[in-house]
């Protein structure tokens, strides 16, 4: 190619936050970057707000980028065709999949409702996406899912009449007809990849699957595979949770007083009040020089005290600590959350390169902190947010030898606490380890997370904090209220995987001797 600061149009199918097309945008040449994102289309409008906050900056493209509406729709699938054919060089994209998961009822619901779930339109979107790479052409295509997409059956989707093979396929065998090359240069016998965000730089177990084709050369050009730079058989070591997240101020929840007698397992949590007061105080302590208001910290400490020396030799009631609830909260809520940075205890000096990095980028241009407030949670799960050892979960409690509870007194007090029915799930709270990359972020922190706890604060994690985990820097920002945020952010594509990706096709565009030398036409309107 003789023109390296040639553009590569992109267009971003089934978009939700923005994190694959992000990701695309961060590819830089020499200081050029490659990639154009043309058009981005998604159907959730507060996704599409936060798609616009990022891609329609420009004065000349506002309104010109983000499609809102249903790509199931002739009208909106002719009018990308129109838009876009002849003139997108890559799409990228990975259809909603939620009946897909490994995890869930479509795999271990009722049978009932897994046979309802055959007929969930989710199932069929890749149809439409397929439909819309053959139409416009393009000469890259990116295709995204879940791992569970490798074991789904065809014959468990209603609407499709390929039958008795996987899904994933069927896809690898539609792109083929319709004139792509899927191999890698890595694994040449392999059609489709799983990727872990982990071992590209983002602070995530995140494994998923990637489908990338391209009809450049069918015959001789193999499809790139993005060289893990991150882990065990790299150089770097994976970026931590505690490295994505450490430097962000301290937080404390406010407590939820909403059927707090109906709460389960109250009866025990007012039995051993003064223990677990103890305890809290005893961890929040720790936390002392990491909040930016200490002032209120002191005041719920000595709010704690007060009450320790009240009840101590007294039975406590409902009444008693539903009182103590409502004073604590006075001062919850200004530490609940913040906007403002707490340089003065970050000390980088001491932290490796790849750390020193990973923060410049994520830190980005943002002037304050956003997104940066923590939920409700009840006083039931703040206790066992409290006792909870970092790195386990609410199993370890019921695992008969478990080093992380050896403390048999702990481990009691965790299975009386556990609110749950253990004989059908035992792994429902999760206390990240800071010391290794996150779990998988998932779209279920909208309804709550209780697999998202922070490994030293007694809370689940803010939108920021999965935000930094899902690799989006401090001044990308998430429209919507809490609930959309934790959506958007658990359905992205991490964007240091996205550039990884973006990288690799990029490097095979320029280096192909037998890419069409043609210049893209811009794109308008």
Known sequence: MKNNTKKYKVLDLFAGAGGFSYG?????????????????????????????????????????????????????????????RGKVDIIIGGPPCQTFSLAGPSRSGSRKMRE???????????????????????????????????????????????????????????????????RNNKFPDHEYMVLNAADYGVPQERKRVFIIANRIDKESVLNPYPEPKYGNN????????????????SLLPVFTVRSFKNLKKIDFVIKNYIDYLLKLREEVSKLRNNFLHDEYMAEFERLISIEVNKYKNYNVTYEDVLDFIKKAN????????????????????????EIKEFRTYIKGDAKKLTLHNARTHNFRDIIIFTLMKAGTTSAHFFTENSNFYLDKKLKKQLQKLYPYDSSK??????????????????????????????????????????????SFPDDFYFYGPMISQYKQIGNAVPPLLAKAIGEAIYNKLKNSKKEDRKEVAPVYG
């Open 425 to 470: 799930h035992v792994d429902t709270y999760v206390k990240h380890s800071p010391d290794k990359p996150s779990k998988t972020i998932l779209a279920h922190l909208a309804k709550d997370g209780l697999r998202f706890i922070h490994p030293e604060q007694p809370r689940t994690f803010t939108p920021r904090e999965v935000a930094r985990l899902q």
């Open 330 to 353: 006075k001062f919850l809520k200004k530490i609940r959350q913040t906007e403002e940075y707490n340089n003065s205890s970050i000390n980088e000096y001491y932290l490796d390169n």
């Open 234 to 249: 790299c150089l770097r070591p994976y970026i931590t949770v505690s490295s994505a997240i450490g430097d962000l101020p």
């Open 24 to 84: 695309f945008s961060l590819v830089n040449d020499g200081g050029k970057k490659p990639f154009e994102i043309v058009k981005a289309v998604e159907i959730d409008p507060y996704a599409c707000k936060t798609l616009r906050g990022h891609l329609e900056i420009e004065n000349y493209n506002k309104g010109k980028i983000v499609y809102e509406g249903d790509l199931t729709k002739d009208q909106i699938k002719n009018k990308i065709i129109k838009d876009c």
């Open 116 to 182: 309802a779930l055959k007929e969930d339109k989710r199932n069929i979107l890749f149809k439409h996406y397929l439909e819309l790479v053959e139409k416009i052409n393009p000469k890259f295509v990116v295709f995204e899912n879940v791992k569970g997409i490798t074991s789904k059956d065809s014959n468990d989707i209603s609407g499709i009449d390929s039958k008795n093979q996987k899904v994933i396929e069927l896809i690898c065998g539609e792109l083929k007809k319709i004139g792509y090359e899927l």
